[in-house]
RNA sequence: GCCGAAGUAGCUCAGUCGGUAGAGCAAUUCAUUCGUAAUGAAUAGGUCACCGGUUCAAUUCCGGUCUUCGGCUCCA
């Protein structure tokens, strides 16, 4: 029979053929490293016999799919070895996910990372035998008769709630056997190096209201070099922990006494967050936006015709009654940007308007969620609402959409992952065509921008679509900061209207973003990219003068003056250390330029540059170095 | 909120099978006046997260609360 490669050669194999039986034909090497074939498109295992003519792919370890595949068998293995370690555990499921794997048990007796040495042991064992993994098809009923023989009530809840007729597959590896789409490495033997990484709990089928499982995520790799290599980046990660690097580089704290979630912004970081929101506020009045602030509470009758107090109540803080009045502290800013907009009557020449504002806002998030900066519960909001016409608004996505990439590009973030949210199944509002346009002048901005979305089919809100921008950092890892949403809500709620040029009543279009998302995150992110080493012009302090000797101070003092005066954000370490010391302690303080000063510098009027990272560059004019921090500064210059 | 783990000096962490605690770094003082990632010595610093209980005695055991961490759910 004759089978198809990806080069586009065909290749011919003895009838029943399998894909293993493909790999070994094309080299032995080969066959070694393929983990599944991909036959016609879909993932098999490679002991699947091939049809004729099929178009037949080897995938390996190096690949997402062959990842996938990998990690999958090593979960099978992790169960395999829990199960024989506590037989009484009842498993639930095991995927590959983008790092490593996980599975879920349901156990009597917990169990914790203390265990996991043993775990791990009884893993290697499994996988010194080289045991194969074999498929097999039953029937639905068959199935469930297996599973819930074994008192796998899981697996039988799994299989219940699959199509009648399907037919079902199980994979076994010795005494183990589990419920799987597949496909499987051929056997656990390729499985060369495991690691089991941490514990958790986890919803069964991730719903609160169902038991609490026990998740345990680990790791392999075909080689003991890879598992090095990952556990060495998951320390490098550690390291850019921007709650380690906030606190080293004395950017922010928290406290027990001011309460979760609630950042306390330190001079540095003080520095840091004046110089993203300036930037923002000339970028914005650049771009056509108008810059306006609105209070911190508000009246309950405000967030009564918003909705708020309807739908988003379990988010916000309790009520306060000023004057028998009752308020609410703010968890969004978009009320009072439309009441704003209401104060006057509005002209289809009026529009559009764009309202930006750095709002400050309070959102009651679940104590378990919190995260450093990254989730909190007081943050700042790079908000703003973009008030038009239907006809202005495919060109003003595209606009919003243009300058947003324009500021994360800015500080340094060049790729990006893109989704487009559209309309929920359940529950919406807006009429079927605003939605249908809406959502295409969405797709047709991202398109415009030459970049590609992924669709995340009725992930929109219920008022309206939306596209959620995920910036990717220096270690590929993704975060959500930009959204851009469509709102039909509340210009209905509020009776938002403008004057048409036939004097009619309108009702204008409303879109909401936030292209850092806020403050507070984007700071997190930015702290995790750079692993500290911000780029010159956002360094709270740019240089450090450093004299080698007391003798040297006034002459140091004299060039900070300079820096001082060429506006750079510069200091002097007057302390009576040792040059050495201090050079360290500007180097773990990550800052760009040191100044060094002594001796020759003082009578040749220079000074000494050492740039963070980069170690001595010799004696510069401090004119020349001057020009070039000031060129870095213009040109945001990535470290 | 739920599951699990944790909270000891400013930071990183030891320690006490119940008899009120220790290191390194940081800080302060003194000596040193130094040439590109840690000079030396001395000193000071803790209601062992908080509140109860058991006990002659609790930082240690038990209970509750708060906070943090890893997840789940949710999300800027």
Same mark, same amino acid.
């Given at each position: 029979?004759?089978?198809?490669?990806?080069?586009?050669?065909?290749?011919?194999?003895?009838?029943?053929?399998?894909?293993?039986?493909?790999?070994?034909?094309?080299?032995?090497?080969?066959?070694?490293?393929?983990v599944?074939?991909?036959?016609?498109?879909?993932?098999?295992?490679?002991?699947?016999?091939?049809?004729?003519?099929?178009?037949?792919?080897?995938?390996?370890?190096?690949?997402?799919?062959?990842?996938?595949v990998f990690w999958h068998t090593a979960s099978h293995i992790m169960a395999q070895a829990?199960?024989s370690?506590?037989?009484?555990?009842?498993?639930?499921?095991?995927?590959?996910?983008?790092?490593?794997?996980?599975?879920?048990?349901?156990?009597?007796?917990?169990?914790? $990372?203390?265990?996991?040495?043993?775990?791990?042991?009884k893993m290697k064992e499994i996988i010194a035998q080289n045991l194969p993994l074999s498929?097999?098809?039953?029937?639905?009923?068959?199935?469930?008769?297996?599973?819930?023989?074994?008192?796998?009530?899981?697996?039988?809840?799994?299989?219940?709630?699959?199509?009648?007729?399907?037919?079902?597959?199980?994979y076994s590896q010795g005494e183990f056997?589990d419920?799987?789409?597949?496909?499987h490495l051929p056997h656990t033997g390729l499985v060369k190096s495991v690691?089991?990484?941490?514990?958790?709990?986890?919803?069964?089928?991730?719903?609160?209201?169902?038991?609490?499982?026990?998740?345990?995520?680990?790791?392999a790799?075909p080689?003991?070099?890879?598992?090095?290599?990952?556990?060495?980046?998951?320390?490098?990660?550690?390291?850019?922990?921007?709650?380690?690097?906030?606190?080293?580089?004395?950017?922010?704290?928290?406290?027990?006494?001011?309460?979760?979630?609630?950042?306390?912004?330190?001079?540095?970081?003080?520095?840091?967050?004046?110089?993203?929101?300036?930037?923002?506020?000339?970028?914005?009045?650049?771009?056509?936006?108008?810059?306006?602030?609105?209070?911190?509470?508000?009246?309950?009758?405000?967030?009564?015709?918003?909705?708020?107090?309807?739908?988003?109540?379990?988010?916000?803080?309790?009520?306060?009654?000023?004057?028998?009045?009752?308020?609410?502290?703010?968890?969004?800013?978009?009320?009072?940007?439309?009441?704003?907009?209401?104060?006057?009557?509005?002209?289809?020449?009026?529009?559009?308007?764009?309202?930006?504002?750095?709002?400050?806002?309070?959102?009651?998030?679940?104590?378990?969620?919190?995260?450093?900066?990254?989730?909190?519960?007081?943050?700042?909001?790079?908000?703003?609402?973009?008030?038009?016409?239907?006809?202005?608004?495919?060109?003003?996505?595209?606009?919003?959409?243009?300058?947003?990439?324009?500021?994360?590009?800015?500080?340094?973030?060049?790729?990006?992952?893109?989704?487009?949210?559209?309309?929920?199944?359940?529950?919406?509002?807006?009429?079927?065509?605003?939605?249908?346009?809406?959502?295409?002048?969405?797709?047709?901005?991202?398109?415009?921008?030459?970049?590609?979305?992924?669709?995340?089919?009725?992930?929109?809100?219920?008022?309206?679509?939306?596209?959620?921008?995920?910036?990717?950092?220096?270690?590929?890892?993704?975060?959500?900061?930009?959204?851009?949403?469509?709102?039909?809500?509340?210009?209905?709620?509020?009776?938002?209207?403008?004057?048409?040029?036939? $004097?009619?009543?309108?009702?204008?279009?409303?879109?909401?973003?936030?292209?850092?998302?806020?403050?507070?995150?984007?700071?997190?992110?930015?702290?995790?990219?750079?692993?500290?080493?911000?780029?010159?012009?956002?360094?709270?302090?740019?240089?450090?003068?450093?004299?080698?000797?007391?003798?040297?101070?006034?002459?140091?003092?004299?060039?900070?003056?300079?820096?001082?005066?060429?506006?750079?954000?510069?200091?002097?370490?007057?302390?009576?250390?040792?040059?050495?010391?201090?050079?360290?302690?500007?180097?773990?303080?990550?800052?760009?330029?040191?100044?060094?000063?002594?001796?020759?510098?003082?009578?040749?009027?220079?000074?000494?540059?050492?740039?963070?990272?980069?170690?001595?560059?010799?004696?510069?004019?401090?004119?020349?170095?001057?020009?070039?921090?000031?060129?870095?500064?213009?040109?945001?210059?990535?470290?």
């Amino acid at each position: 029979m004759n089978v198809k490669l990806p080069d586009g050669s065909t290749r011919v194999l003895a009838d029943h053929a399998t894909a293993m039986d493909l790999a070994l034909s094309i080299s032995e090497g080969l066959a070694r490293a393929s983990v599944a074939a991909r036959v016609n498109g879909s993932m098999r295992d490679l002991s699947a016999p091939l049809s004729e003519g099929a178009a037949v792919e080897l995938v390996k370890f190096d690949s997402d799919g062959g990842k996938q595949v990998f990690w999958h068998t090593a979960s099978h293995i992790m169960a395999q070895a829990v199960k024989s370690l506590w037989p009484n555990v009842k498993i639930a499921i095991g995927p590959s996910i983008d790092a490593g794997f996980y599975y879920d048990f349901d156990t009597q007796t917990p169990i914790s $990372n203390d265990d996991f040495p043993r775990i791990e042991a009884k893993m290697k064992e499994i996988i010194a035998q080289n045991l194969p993994l074999s498929r097999r098809e039953l029937s639905k009923e068959e199935a469930r008769a297996y599973f819930s023989n074994l008192g796998e009530t899981y697996k039988d809840e799994l299989i219940r709630d699959l199509p009648d007729g399907e037919t079902i597959s199980v994979y076994s590896q010795g005494e183990f056997t589990d419920l799987c789409r597949g496909p499987h490495l051929p056997h656990t033997g390729l499985v060369k190096s495991v690691k089991l990484l941490s514990i958790a709990g986890a919803y069964w089928r991730g719903s609160e209201k169902n038991a609490m499982l026990q998740r345990i995520y680990g790791i392999a790799f075909p080689a003991q070099k890879q598992l090095d290599e990952y556990l060495l980046f998951l320390e490098e990660a550690k390291k850019r922990d921007h709650r380690n690097v906030g606190r080293t580089l004395d950017l922010f704290s928290q406290s027990e006494q001011v309460g979760p979630g609630l950042v306390l912004w330190h001079p540095n970081g003080g520095r840091l967050r004046t110089l993203i929101e300036d930037y923002w506020r000339q970028e914005h009045y650049k771009n056509g936006y108008e810059i306006v602030y609105s209070p911190h509470i508000g009246r309950a009758t405000l967030w009564e015709t918003s909705g708020h107090l309807d739908f988003y109540k379990e988010n916000m803080y309790a009520a306060m009654e000023i004057d028998e009045q009752e308020y609410y502290v703010k968890p969004m800013n978009c009320p009072f940007h439309i009441v704003m907009y209401k104060s006057a009557l509005r002209s289809y020449r009026d529009l559009p308007l764009r309202w930006a504002e750095l709002g400050t806002v309070y959102r009651y998030e679940k104590s378990g969620v919190l995260h450093g900066l990254l989730r909190v519960r007081g943050f700042t909001q790079d908000d703003a609402h973009i008030i038009c016409r239907p006809d202005q608004m495919p060109e003003e996505i595209r606009k919003v959409l243009r300058f947003c990439l324009h500021i994360l590009k800015a500080f340094g973030f060049e790729t990006f992952a893109i989704y487009l949210a559209t309309k929920p199944k359940e529950k919406s509002v807006g009429d079927q065509a605003m939605w249908d346009d809406a959502t295409a002048a969405l797709a047709q901005a991202v398109k415009d921008e030459g970049l590609v979305c992924a669709i995340d089919e009725g992930g929109g809100a219920f008022y309206g679509p939306k596209i959620d921008i995920k910036i990717k950092d220096a270690l590929n890892r993704e975060w959500q900061c930009s959204t851009i949403q469509f709102d039909f809500n509340l210009p209905e709620r509020f009776d938002m209207t403008y004057a048409g040029s036939n $004097n009619d009543k309108q009702r204008p279009y409303m879109i909401h973003r936030a292209l850092l998302g806020s403050m507070e995150r984007f700071m997190g992110v930015l702290i995790e990219h750079y692993a500290g080493d911000l780029p010159l012009w956002l360094a709270p302090q740019q240089a450090m003068v450093i004299p080698v000797s007391q003798k040297f101070v006034a002459y140091a003092e004299s060039v900070h003056q300079v820096l001082v005066a060429a506006d750079l954000r510069a200091s002097v370490d007057y302390r009576d250390e040792k040059i050495g010391y201090k050079i360290r302690e500007a180097e773990n303080n990550k800052i760009p330029y040191m100044l060094i000063v002594g001796e020759k510098e003082c009578v040749a009027n220079t000074v000494s540059l050492r740039k963070r990272k980069k170690g001595d560059a010799g004696a510069c004019a401090l004119s020349s170095v001057i020009e070039d921090m000031q060129k870095e500064i213009r040109e945001k210059a990535i470290p």
